[in-house]
């Protein structure tokens, strides 16, 4: 009996090991079983036969586009050392995706191509989400669409040519209120409109450490307008297109519009990038807009924005003002500082509609009440978009907490320099040699870690009890962030691997406090987990930090119902079998 009851324990202690299901062009999706010797031959076979947790891996090839992803926690990845192409054409009406992520969550794409789409050539309409080190291009409309998705993480992909069959609205990445989306270390470049942008009431999003190049609008866009009925109004009651979004340590060159542009934006924060050449014909090195989004909405102005450390570097042919206030667009604290402008073979203009449109940068600043410490003339950038040596940006920026990184993933220290580019560490070629996937940086390999599951937040008294299930065996800790209430997230602690719980005792008191989790390693920070939230009683919390809890070893019998599976117990407590999934009697 106490054989049993041990080996019972330990079944029910481990989940179920996920399969490798692999697809070649020469496989065959009525003899072929997914493995790698006699593999299937299309994805959507691979699909129908995957389970929660499983890859599906594909040889080298390509393989036909239009599908649609219905099971959760999947990944999609070539076999190492080769590369697989998901493709379709962007002209046909109803093959409107290369891939679409449809009602899955918790899924990864990795190492792919993605082409084509008579609209996007990925959609993702359920997070979590991952797409890290892949090629999109080719869409009719956006490379990537993002339609009110939370928690979609892209990192490390190249995006280029959207807009192939229609360039009228075709961003690289186009998301609408979408929460917490995070772009790093992406090279985008020959957009037919915007770059990036976070729109609709995006919350929390971060576009950092990019390459962002050739663009037909605006480099990154925080943000246009959207239609009313796109905006979570108990979230985002006042309408703002985004908030709490920030761009910082970006490259951005040669755009037709902005190189970052502020549209009806609550503390938008752009820190630290590197716009050459933009403002070509369209907005302005920067600019600031209230839009008038009709209906209840109303005017929407911008508010508590903040703009540090930046280079804007104007072309000669430029007839557009280095920074652009629209009239009556901001609100609250504009705070700027430590920026670098300069026009090419000219002197810039500053605008402040409706009443001054030929301001120098002493009379931007006396009529703005702000930029102090910002300076005028040629920031010494060399082809690479890399400071040269004897810049006059070197030493010259603000600390900003929050980050210490630059564009090459180079750590800031002592005084920082103004724009993307810290001197002193290794630079990047930018833009990147032929092969390199993303700008070159980011660390790619270790492969991420999965998601968390079954995350629970529980008060007690003053502090709060936080506990999950561990889904990954390559983490080296767990990253615990909490919100309060529609704030942003911010990192609480990182624990030690195969931790499964925690205790928060610095929680503020009389709030509602969201957390979430995410297992992190070497390749980065995996999927988040399902958020949950707590209120605080006044007058509690306010402590120094946390406990940490028990470890676990990769999930349990309550982990789904695959880790279910493994358990073969009868009521009796006798085992009559333990199988893998797929095996019969």
Known sequence: MLRTSLLVALLCGCALQAADIHVATSGNDTTGNGSIATPYATLSRAHQAASAGDKIIFRAGTYAGDFYVTKNNLTFESYPGEWARISVANNVSGVDNALYIGTAANCTVR???????????????????????????????????????????????????????????????????????????????????????????????IIERCLIRNCGQKGISMAQSSGLQFYDTTANPEYYSCRDCIARNNIIENCEGSGIDLESALRAKVYNNTMINVAKSQ?????????????????????????????????SA?????????????????????????????????????????????????????????????????????????SPCIDQATTIAGFNDDYDGNTRSGAWDIGADETGGTALQTPPPAGTIGTGGGQAGAGTPAAPSGFTATLNGADVDLSWTDNSGNETGFRIERKVGTGSYATVTTTAADATSYTDTSA????????????????????????????????????????????????????????AFMCGILILGLITAVAPRGATD
């Open 111 to 205: 190492r792919l191509e993605l082409e084509g789409g008579y609209y996007y050539a990925i959609k993702i309409d359920t997070g979590p989400c991952l797409v890290e080190d892949c090629v999109i291009h080719g869409s009719g409309r956006d490379c990537v669409k993002i339609p009110g998705v939370d928690n979609v993480t892209i990192r490390r992909c190249e995006i280029y040519d959207s807009g192939l069959r229609d360039p009228s609205n075709a961003e690289g990445i186009d998301n609408v209120n979408g929460d917490f989306m995070l772009v790093q270390d992406c090279y985008i470049h020959d957009i037919a409109t915007n770059g990036v942008y976070p729109k609709g009431g995006s919350i929390g999003s």
């Open 283 to 315: 907005q302005g090195g920067i600019r600031i807009a209230s839009a008038n989004k009709g209906g209840a909405a109303g005017t929407v102005k911008c508010k508590d924005c903040e703009i540090r450390n930046n280079i804007i570097v104007l072309g």
């Open 318 to 390: 430029s007839p557009r003002p280095m920074l652009f206030m629209g009239n009556a667009s901001h609100e609250g604290t504009l705070t700027m500082s430590n920026n670098r402008y300069y026009k090419t073979g000219g002197t810039a203009v500053y605008w402040w509609e409706p009443t001054s449109y030929s301001l120098d940068l002493a009379g931007w600043k006396t009529t703005s009440g702000t930029d102090s410490n910002s300076t005028e003339g040629d920031p010494q950038v060399g082809a690479n978009w890399h400071l040269n040596g004897g």
């Open 508 to 563: 503020p008191a009389g709030a509602t406090v969201t957390y979430r989790v995410m297992a992190v390693n070497a390749g980065g920070a995996g999927l988040p987990s399902n958020e949950d939230s707590v209120v605080t009683p006044a007058g509690g919390g306010g402590g120094s930090g946390g406990s940490g809890g028990s470890s676990g070893g990769g999930g349990g019998c309550n982990a789904s119902p695959d880790a």
